[in-house]
Nanobody
């Protein structure tokens, strides 16, 4: 595996929840890992950071609804998404943070939220 592989995207109704997974395929214990999303016709935005300590931060747009986590033993990070809104419809990506390299992008996973 050369880059991250995201999974867990689905079609859900507004108010629902999803948990995305990202398999990194490498030892990333010392690395920050970030979640991004790209909404239709927009650029890619950072939505969550998961520091190597396990501490997580979310962007203002999703704070209180999305939270990242990690399992260093399995080389997997997660994004728990609650209270989903139609505006959360996007392709979601994970990526190694700037404190590590290389930092390839994965294929992403599609989330569609119907209102």
């Amino acid at each position: 595996q050369e880059g991250p592989v995201e999974s867990g995207g689905d079609s859900v109704q507004a108010g629902g929840s999803l948990k995305l997974s990202c398999s990194l395929g490498q030892n990333f214990r010392i690395c920050q890992v970030d979640w991004y999303r790209q909404r239709p016709n927009e650029g890619r935005d950072l939505v969550a950071k998961i520091f190597n300590t396990g501490r997580a931060e979310s962007s203002d747009a999703v704070k209180g609804r999305f939270i990242g986590s990690r399992d260093n033993e399995k080389n997997i990070v997660y994004l728990q998404m609650n209270e989903l809104k139609a505006d959360d419809t996007a392709v979601y990506y994970c990526r190694i943070g700037e404190n590590c390299s290389p930092r390839p992008w994965g294929p992403g996973t599609q989330v569609f939220v119907s209102s």
